[in-house]
């Protein structure tokens, strides 16, 4: 197509091979060509109208970033562009540190930087327990916020906005951790644009099966993605693993094998700082459970 005559346009939403698309003050049902599905949501994208409300994508904008599902999904691709990732976690119901370690190393792979936001603060009881679970992460650098978004719904609002101005965020979470609440307080529209972008993408009436891209003031993004995302990690190379790992660091090039897999190697370095208590037993067993997931994939 004639480049000249392609509108720009950011990807709202996707349902299938359907992405919604803003294009100035318009939002746009497009398509891909042929059967491919390579757009994700924070795409910007280049598109040929062909007709009032419908477009083709042509071309998608280089990525500053790019998330990936797990291979469960039809679509590989969670979201791209995004600054930050926010792991939504509470005091009750109790969270998997699998899965926030899951989380956070695909962010790190991604480069995109991830914040813990912990909610239900007000359960005053679980809370000095849920606050030890998390020193792990703090400890390793990640921001750890604590919120209450259904009894301080004001300043669960206020500590979050200097957060998300004029960056992209995700938001992650594991049912029943309380995303839904704290979306709802910081997009006050975000009912509304759903039932839109539902009815746009035809996606059927009771379905908020999509991931869905909210903009906000202050150049502000949001995203929200139904259920828990379980990232895509099976295409992490072994050196990929290894650096998504803060912890790890330190020990990197450390080891009596310049080639070491950090799994059961003499003289490694990494496996000696598990044993000493500098790395945490669960960080260790998740990157061995990854290695073996990503060879799996691989052979
Ligand atoms: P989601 O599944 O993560 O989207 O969670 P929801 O937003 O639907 O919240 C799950 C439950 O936790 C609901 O019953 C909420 O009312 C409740 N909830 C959300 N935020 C808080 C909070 O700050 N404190 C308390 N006590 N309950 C909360
Ligand atoms: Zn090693």
């Given at each position: ?7 720009q ?8 091979r ?5 294009a100035?003050?318009?939002?746009l ?23 009032a409300d419908?477009?083709v ?11 990936y599902?797990?291979?469960?999904y ?8 995004v600054?930050?990732l926010?792991i ?7 969270f ?36 030890e679970?998390l020193?792990?992460y ?5 921001p750890?916020?604590e919120?209450?978004a259904?009894?301080q ?8 906005m ?13 049912s ?17 644009a ?5 009815a746009a993408?035809d ?28 990232f895509?990690?099976?295409q ?6 290894e650096?998504?790992f ?16 950090h ?8 496996l000696?700082?598990?044993q000493?208590?500098?790395i ?17 994939t691989?052979?």
């Open positions: 197509a004639n480049q000249a005559a392609l509108e346009g950011l990807v709202i939403a996707a349902h299938g359907h992405y919604l698309v803003q100035g003050e318009q939002k049902n497009c398509v891909t060509r042929g059967k491919k599905s390579d757009v994700a949501v924070g795409d910007h994208i280049r598109l040929a109208r062909t007709s419908q477009g994508v042509e071309s998608i904008d280089e990525r500053r970033t790019l998330l599902r797990s291979d469960q039809k679509s590989k691709l969670l979201a791209a562009n600054d930050q926010f939504v976690v509470a005091t009750e119901p109790s998997s540190d699998d899965l926030v370690s899951r989380s956070l190393v695909a962010a790190e792979s991604a480069g995109v930087s991830a914040h813990l936001i912990l909610n239900k603060t007000d359960i005053t009881e679980a809370l000095p327990k849920t606050r679970r020193q792990v703090a400890r390793l650098g990640y750890v916020h919120v209450s259904k009894a719904p004001d300043e669960t609002r206020a500590a979050f200097p957060l998300l101005a004029g960056k992209s965020t995700i938001l992650i979470g594991q029943g951790m309380g995303k839904s609440s704290i979306i709802n307080l910081i997009v006050p529209d975000a009912d509304i759903t039932r839109e972008i539902s993408l996606t059927g009436k009771h379905t908020t099966t999509f991931t869905r891209l909210y903009q906000m003031e202050q150049e502000a993004s949001i995203i929200d993605s139904p259920g828990f995302q379980e895509g990690l099976y992490l190379s072994e050196g990929m693993l650096r998504a803060r912890d790890f660091t330190p020990y990197l090039g450390k080891c009596r094998f310049y080639n070491c897999h799994l059961n190697e003499p003289g490694c370095a990494v000696e700082a598990v000493a208590g500098a945490a037993g669960m960080r260790h067993q998740l990157y061995a459970q990854l290695v073996h997931e990503s060879s799996q691989l052979y």
